[in-house]
T-cell receptor, first 114, second 111 residues
Framework: DSGVTQTPKHLITATGQRVTLRCSPRSGDLSVYWYQQSLDQGLQFLIQYYNGEERAKGNILERFSAQQFPDLHSELNLSSLELGDSALYFC?????????????FGPGTRLTVT | DAKTTQPPSMDCAEGRAANLPCNHS???????VYWYRQIHSQGPQYIIHGLKNNETNEMASLIITEDRKSSTLILPHATLRDTAVYYCIVSWGFGNEKLTFGTGTRLTIIP
């Protein structure tokens, strides 16, 4: 158990819909990262927040957005969903001073778009 | 343009040491070597990282060559639970926009 929690565990929705994925980082961690993992794409970095502010952006679509709240939990919003958005979405956090690459991952949210 | 090269798959007998190689010939002086693993459909798990000295923790040892162009992750006594995809990543550690894991090495522990 990494200490990072994600909800929900599974999500099934239809094309065109909007969903929100939630992540709570480990206690004391200020950075939150979002990743997408699909069968054909591997693990892809989407976006990073540090203490409420966006810090780095990866291959995140314009239909996707994220934010980090004052209590440091983060939400990833996916809208106008397409079949290709079906994937595992992971959140990770890292402790302050450890560098961006010592990350602790949550169990993931499996999104299925039908 | 991949920064690391890893074999796609490896087998190791249970109880033996698993040695996973990684080539990173273009590594720069301030870049770290990080290792993660991912057990099927679970979140990736941080294992260890190093700059130039060898490192050891409760999970593994990391051996980095003197020229830093390659490294080896060692799992000293592999168990079936170590079956996973292992990722070697090179990064300077802060604010890197290109946080990509690559394809890794699929390690299978054989009973």
């Amino acid at each position: 158990d990494s200490g990072v929690t994600q909800t929900p565990k599974h999500l099934i929705t239809a094309t065109g819909q909007r969903v929100t994925l939630r992540c709570s980082p480990r206690s004391g961690d200020l950075s939150v990262y979002w990743y997408q993992q699909s069968l054909d794409q591997g693990l892809q970095f989407l976006i990073q927040y540090y203490n409420g502010e966006e810090r780095a952006k990866g291959n995140i679509l314009e239909r996707f957005s994220a934010q980090q709240f004052p209590d440091l939990h983060s939400e990833l919003n996916l809208s106008s969903l397409e079949l290709g958005d079906s994937a595992l979405y992971f959140c990770a956090s890292s402790p302050p001073g450890a560098g961006d690459w010592e990350q602790y991952f949550g169990p993931g949210t499996r999104l299925t778009v039908t | 343009d991949a920064k690391t090269t890893q074999p796609p798959s490896m087998d190791c007998a249970e109880g033996r040491a698993a040695n996973l190689p990684c080539n990173h010939s273009t590594i720069s002086g301030n870049e770290y070597v990080y290792w993660y693993r991912q057990i099927h459909s679970q979140g990736p798990q941080y294992i260890i990282h190093g700059l130039k000295n060898n490192e050891t923790n409760e999970m593994a040892s990391l051996i980095i060559t003197e020229d830093r162009k390659s490294s080896t992750l060692i799992l000293p006594h592999a168990t079936l639970r170590d079956t996973a995809v292992y990722y070697c990543i090179v990064s300077w550690g802060f604010g890197n926009e290109k946080l990509t894991f690559g394809t890794g090495t699929r390690l299978t522990i054989i009973p």
